[in-house]
């Protein structure tokens, strides 16, 4: 039962722990669940955080190919989208992103895109320009399209799949709203 916790959801207060058949269950703020962290506030933060580290970990172990004279830059945005990227926005289809954590993500995306081209802070080159340079999409167009792509995979569910069952309450609930509104 070690790698069992009990988690009180929209809350900071973990709540106390249980005892099941002699067996304590830990009450916890946050756990790792698929390698991504599911917080008790429902904030999306301590996830954005670890999964920034490692992306910038794997953004260092690439250093020599960001340097390579020999890779187009078309390769070495490749590589970026392929393994740093895809590390950094691991599960961000179920983030629910502030302000804050879109600049925090923003901020990265386009550290390790000035890193590619050989771009110093002291060079003076706005954001802009290294967008407009490598040609990638900003962090939210990204995870727009990460939660389209959930978003059909749900709708094509079979029925009676609790996700597919979940989306047809919501919406009709939506809808129920929308009706009563008129």
């Not at 970990?57 to 392929?82: E, F, G, N, P």
């Amino acid at each position: 039962m070690a790698k069992t916790k009990i988690q009180n959801l929209g809350s900071d207060d973990p709540g106390t722990d249980i005892t099941v058949e002699g067996n304590t269950v830990e009450a916890v703020t946050e756990f790792r669940y698929l390698g991504s962290i599911q917080s008790s506030s429902g904030r999306c933060y301590p996830d954005i955080h670890r999964r920034i580290g490692v992306a910038s970990s794997a953004m260092h172990a690439m250093q020599r190919c960001w340097r390579q004279q020999r890779l187009s830059l078309d390769t070495k945005l490749r590589l970026y989208q392929t393994c740093v990227l895809q590390i950094m926005l691991y599960g961000a289809e179920t983030w629910t992103l502030l302000a804050n954590d879109i600049r925090r993500l923003q901020s990265f995306h386009l550290g390790c895109q000035r890193q590619i081209l050989g771009v110093r802070w002291q060079d003076h080159v706005k954001n802009a320009d290294i967008a407009d340079t490598t040609g990638l999409p900003n962090i939210t167009d990204i995870v727009d399209k990460k939660r389209h792509a959930l978003f059909g995979h749900v709708v094509r569910l079979d029925s009676s799949v609790p996700a597919h069952q979940a989306l047809k309450q919501i919406i009709a609930m939506k809808s129920s709203r929308c009706s009563g509104m008129n």
